[in-house]
């Protein structure tokens, strides 16, 4: 399947594999674009398991892509596309994506928006953004979501873990890390989400949208 300098034949093109896992060999600007090729990869090259909730999916240890011009700018208006390959509606993604940018729980477990605003007693969006404008050269602006007193204790745990800030030529990067992302069924809204928490807040900073960098550790399809 793969040459010697470990990029991968016909079948998957798009992606050059590692010692580890999967990286993207292109830029992507669609999440449509990119769950296609996400749900090939997996297919084709991941390995098939009985997960803890004993579903039937194709794993994989690792993989990364990349996005950029992905939030549309016309006339100076920005928005983020809804991508037809999430498997919830119109209403119901936007909801979601509003719920990365309030504190509430809403009756569920966890929200990643309660995780990243009031959970932890920080409103981390805040601490990530002073930290930019203190100084936009810094490192350190960076939110998590994951809590080793409770978490560790619990079935359901989030799936993203952190959340980093930089700017790099007067744009704002965002990248996400997660330790798993279920691509068939969730892989589409979390990204839709998560670019409307990198567009709110490059508007906070008032600077122009840069890259996005998706890191996930165990990505699946699940066969049903």
Request: proline fraction near 3%; hydrophobic fraction near 35%; aromatic fraction near 12%.
């Amino acid at each position: 399947m793969g040459t010697a300098n470990g990029i991968i034949g016909d079948r998957m093109t798009n992606f050059n594999k590692g010692g580890w896992g999967y990286s993207s060999q292109k830029t992507y600007s669609t999440i449509d674009d990119a769950y296609k090729d996400y749900k090939k990869l997996l297919i084709e090259n991941g390995e098939l398991i009985e997960d803890q909730r004993g579903d039937k999916v194709y794993q994989l240890s690792f993989h990364t892509l990349v996005f950029d011009k992905h939030i549309n700018n016309i006339g100076g208006v920005y928005n983020v596309p809804i991508p037809t390959s999430s498997k919830i509606s119109t209403e119901g993604i936007e909801q979601y994506a509003n719920q990365l940018l309030d504190g509430n729980i809403h009756d569920f477990v966890y929200t990643y928006g309660n995780r990243l605003i009031e959970y932890f007693n920080v409103n981390q969006y805040d601490v990530m953004v002073n930290r930019l404008h203190e100084d936009s050269n810094s490192r350190r602006a960076v939110a998590v979501t994951y809590d080793p007193k409770s978490d560790n204790e619990m079935e359901d745990i989030p799936c993203l873990m952190m959340i980093k800030l930089t700017i790099s030529k007067n744009k704002l990067d965002m990248g996400v890390v997660f330790r798993s992302n279920d691509i068939k069924y969730a892989f589409s809204s979390n990204m839709y989400a998560l670019f409307n928490v990198q567009l709110y807040l490059s508007k906070q900073l008032n600077i122009p949208i840069g890259k996005f960098y998706y890191v996930c550790f165990d990505p699946h399809w699940k066969l049903k």
